[in-house]
């Protein structure tokens, strides 16, 4: 089946952007961001994330809605010799993330802001060694269920782009995500949950890296859960490819 370089549209829920953006900040998504950004418009399937950045890299890793930047920044030093991918379609965050990210660390990280949907329906199957899905807009409203970022076919997506063996990271603070990504996770074939003990997704892991979300406190917030799954199984082709 061939298909179109056309990115697909998908309905991205929620504000893009809370008020006007400072000059300096303003001047960083016009004159860097365009640097940094990824281009999703090709043929589905075949972006290699190691082409994207202007040095060598041993492996990439994702963040899908990286918030302000805070996580991903700190991951970013502390791993010189891996390439990073992050997705975040609030611009304010996007301005954010270039104003602390470190000159140095810029050669090998990318952005879209935009849906990360985009993004994974664009990467070449197995390309990606870590995904991180931390504290996601928990969608609580029964309504609102199809507006949650883990779905099955997102799962799909995810599975068809990660390594077997690489590990997706999620953490959520409200019950109801927690759940929910919970049951989808575990009813998906191609990933395992690793957590041998309440200890294991109680605690934050030993190279965690807090965030602003993670203290936030929301209304209907509980204590963090911290979930590791294992992609399992040979290379995944997802439903519809």
């Known amino acids: 089946m061939t298909r179109s370089a056309e990115p697909p549209r998908y309905r991205c829920y929620g504000?893009?952007?809370r008020g006007r953006l400072r000059p300096g900040r303003k001047a960083l998504i016009e004159h860097v961001l365009p640097e940094l950004s990824i281009p999703v418009d090709r043929p589905a399937g075949t972006l290699?994330?190691?082409s994207l950045f202007s040095g060598p890299v041993t492996e990439t890793w994702l963040e899908i809605g990286f918030g302000s930047g805070e996580h991903l920044t700190a991951l970013a030093h502390a791993n010189p010799d891996?390439?990073?991918l992050g997705c975040e379609p609030f611009i304010s965050g996007v301005a954010a993330l270039l104003a602390h990210l470190p000159i140095?660390?810029?050669a090998r990280t990318r952005i879209l802001a935009d849906d990360a949907r985009l993004l994974l329906d664009a990467l070449a199957p197995a390309s990606i060694g870590r995904v991180f899905l931390l504290f996601p807009d928990p969608w609580p409203k029964r309504r609102h269920a199809k507006r949650r970022f883990v779905q099955p076919h997102t799962l799909d997506q995810l599975a068809r782009v990660m390594r077997p063996g690489s590990r997706l990271r999620f953490a959520s603070d409200h019950p109801v995500c927690q759940h929910w990504t919970l049951r989808q996770?575990?009813?998906h074939p191609q990933f395992e949950?690793?957590?041998?003990?309440?200890?294991?997704f109680l605690a934050p892991p030993e190279d965690w890296h807090g965030t602003r979300?993670?203290?936030r406190g929301a209304p209907g917030s509980v204590s963090p859960l911290f979930l590791e799954f294992a992609r399992i199984g040979m290379a995944a082709s997802p439903r519809g490819y």
């Not at 949950?193 to 294991?200: H, I, K």
């Open 185 to 187: 996770l575990i009813d």
């Open 82 to 84: 891996t390439g990073f």
């Open 15 to 17: 504000r893009r952007q």
């Open 193 to 200: 949950w690793t957590a041998r003990r309440p200890g294991d």
């Open 104 to 106: 140095k660390d810029r």
């Open 213 to 215: 979300y993670e203290t």
């Open 48 to 50: 290699q994330p190691a």
